[in-house]
């Protein structure tokens, strides 16, 4: 069977089509962005078990790489919190900052979509 369609029924079908793939990119957003907050989280859960294990945060510069790996000088206590160094949901590092005046004395951050200091960056300090 040879079926004709009407030009606004394609312009219809093609406007759900664009606008059903533009919801889904904001979708990824969205799910990326909260995927970098629960990791934050998870995060942020083993730096105060480090903390409460060795009876002090890492330095800025062992950073996160300190549940990881057990840092020259780190408590003979120290243990293992993470099996590898997580990565943000676009592929870079976390970064961890020593923020005294916060809740648990650090700071946990992505870049997120983009390399650079934006406003989508993210940050979890509770």
């Known amino acids: 069977m040879n079926a004709k369609f009407h030009p606004a029924i394609l312009l219809i079908t093609a406007l759900i089509s664009c606008l059903s793939f533009l919801d889904a990119q904001e979708t990824a957003k969205v799910s990326s962005r909260q995927q970098a907050i629960d990791d934050m989280q998870a995060i942020a859960v083993q730096f105060r078990t480090y903390q409460l294990i060795c009876g002090t945060l890492p330095t800025e510069s062992e950073g996160i790489s ?32 020593l923020a005294p005046k916060t809740r648990f004395g650090f700071i946990i951050s992505s870049k997120g979509v983009d390399p650079e200091s934006s406003d989508d960056d993210i940050h979890f300090t509770e």
């Open 66 to 97: 300190a549940l990881v790996l057990k840092p020259e000088g780190a408590s003979d206590r120290w243990k293992q919190l993470l099996k590898l160094i997580p990565v943000d949901p676009w592929g870079r590092d976390y970064i961890y900052k």
